[in-house]
């Protein structure tokens, strides 16, 4: 595995079996700057929500790639600091030195959303034929692509920056070696969706944080795991 900088000051409790105390720890110490952060992020994804409810997906994802997705690393970066216990650097920093490098993650994550999007034909085709299948199937590597981006490259762009080729090839990776952990928060992000849609669409204001403080500490984790064994 090739690694940018470690992070100094990491939390040396951090294992696999302290992990979800070691991570609700930090943010129940840290809630007030999770609220922050919240709102920051918040803020950052609504032009992206408000054209979407617009009707118009393409000016979303451009707005998700070119605002969204810098402020996601930003915040990364962010909690990837209180994590470590240093000083966190301000949300505004993190989302100036990453943007450009976000902003080609979040291409390369959401081009199979805009292929399946382009594929997307005007009436629903039937069930087994050939459009249908091939839909489908852009709809799961649109999962796949946007599982290892999301949980992983963000965090390593934010954790340890490196260069983009080397990034994409850990992510996929660590993805891979660490599937308890990748499936995981795949089912903690799972159930914080049905939270939101059963509960209350306010926890939109502040779940996404959560996940996001999840990500990067299993990002913590498993780069520190991997060093381990160098």
């Not at 100094?8 to 105390?21: G, I, M, S």
């Not at 970066?77 to 080609?104: K, M």
């Amino acid at each position: 595995m090739h690694a940018g900088p470690t992070p100094h000051n990491e939390a040396e409790q951090l294992t696999a079996l302290t992990y979800l105390p070691e991570t609700l720890r930090c943010l129940w110490e840290n809630l007030p700057h999770l609220l922050v952060g919240s709102l920051f992020f918040s803020m950052a994804c609504a032009p992206t929500f408000v054209l979407a409810v617009l009707g118009l997906p393409w000016l979303a994802l451009l707005a998700a790639a070119g605002v969204t997705a810098p402020a996601y690393t930003g915040l990364l970066s962010f909690l990837g600091d209180l994590a470590s216990g240093r000083p966190p650097r301000t949300l505004l920093t993190g989302y100036r030195l990453h943007w450009l490098d976000s902003l080609r993650l979040a291409a390369l994550g959401s081009a199979p959303l805009a292929l399946a999007l382009a594929a997307l034909p005007p009436s629903p085709p039937h069930l087994l034929s050939p459009l249908a299948v091939f839909w489908v199937a852009l709809l799961l590597l649109c999962c796949l692509v946007a599982t290892v981006v999301f949980l992983y490259a963000f965090p390593l762009r934010a954790l340890y920056p490196t260069s983009l080729g080397a990034i994409l090839q850990n992510s996929f990776l660590l993805a891979a070696r660490y599937l308890t952990h990748t499936l995981g928060l795949l089912a903690l992000a799972v159930l914080m969706g049905f939270a939101v849609v059963y509960a209350s669409l306010g926890l939109l204001l502040f779940l996404p944080a959560c996940l996001a403080l999840f990500a990067a500490t299993n990002c913590l984790l498993v780069v520190r795991t991997e060093l381990r064994h160098l």
